[in-house]
């Protein structure tokens, strides 16, 4: 697919210019991010030749407590992605990319909102981790706690299954965004060369697609324990990559998610980092 000749385009609506430390921390979130990203790909490539358990972000996190000056590194990526739900909690709530108030516009502001709450969460794990120094209980212990909590709610098998249902709705947009480019859209594309709008149309494409899988697979284990009304059947991101492995041919089946995961990693620490527009009055 040709890239758009209109790759100048601004955002839609009216530019707002950013709040000076409201670009640094969304920058430094995704740096952050992509860190976390590309070591879990790593991670899940090595299981999948090597054996084990696959990886989830729990695990990103206590392999680089566990680096040389691992304390310090892991205290960046928990600020960064302090900083990253931040941007997108503000994102939600000023409607910075002009979603608009419609159906479509209040769908994707919920979900940015969602995501931020989402790697606030991460970030506090990340601290418990600096803090006390040993893994808190999380992964899909903790997924099975907190979804058994939910159901025992009025109406909490239902949100279960919504939530899921969400996912796997997620995942399928994020494969038709890979398919159509539509991540470019917020990109200044116009201040890179030839060759790097195609690094990003690449990176972006295999990195979006492999989130896209992961996601709907997330939903779709919830889906189901809603559905079986097991808990237990809920599974974060080590869950959904296990079960990759588990299928027939599951060794390349992961190997591919996971460099699509390393690719996204990339993606984000070295071209949304720097070319993203971010429209924060």
């Known amino acids: 697919m040709s890239i758009s000749t209109d790759f100048n385009e601004q955002a ?9 430390w409201i670009e640094w921390l969304a920058r430094l979130g995704f740096i952050a991010k992509g860190v976390v990203y590309a070591l879990i790909g790593v991670l899940a490539i090595q299981v999948a030749f090597g054996g084990g358990a696959a990886p989830g972000t729990e695990d990103a996190f206590q392999t680089i407590a566990a680096q040389p000056f691992g304390q310090i590194l892991l205290g960046l990526v928990a600020f960064g992605l302090v900083g990253y739900a931040i941007w997108l909690l503000v994102r939600a709530g000023m409607d910075t990319d002009n979603q608009g108030s419609d159906a479509e516009g209040i769908i994707k502001r919920l979900g940015y909102a969602i995501d931020g709450v989402i790697h606030m969460g991460l970030a506090f794990y990340a601290v418990t981790l600096l803090v006390s120094g040993l893994a808190s209980s999380g992964g899909e212990s903790s997924m099975a706690e907190w979804t058994a909590w939910l159901m025992a709610q009025p109406f909490g098998r239902w949100l279960v299954g919504l939530g899921g249902a969400i996912g796997i709705g997620v995942g399928l947009y994020k494969l038709y965004k890979a398919y159509s480019t539509e991540f470019t859209e917020v990109l200044n594309l116009s201040q890179m ?12 494409r295999a990195g979006i697609a492999a989130q896209g899988i992961v996601f709907a697979i997330i939903g779709g284990f919830f889906v189901q324990a809603a559905w079986q009304y097991q808990p237990s059947e809920a599974r974060g991101l080590g869950g959904a990559l296990q079960s990759l492995a588990d299928q027939p041919y599951g060794p390349w089946l992961l190997t591919l998610v996971a460099l699509g995961l390393v690719a996204h990693g990339i993606y984000m620490m070295f071209i949304v980092s720097q070319y993203r527009r971010i429209n924060v009055a």
């Open 12 to 20: 839609k609506g009216s530019i707002r210019v950013a709040s000076p």
């Open 193 to 204: 060369s030839q060759t790097e709008r195609e690094w990003t149309i690449r990176l972006g």
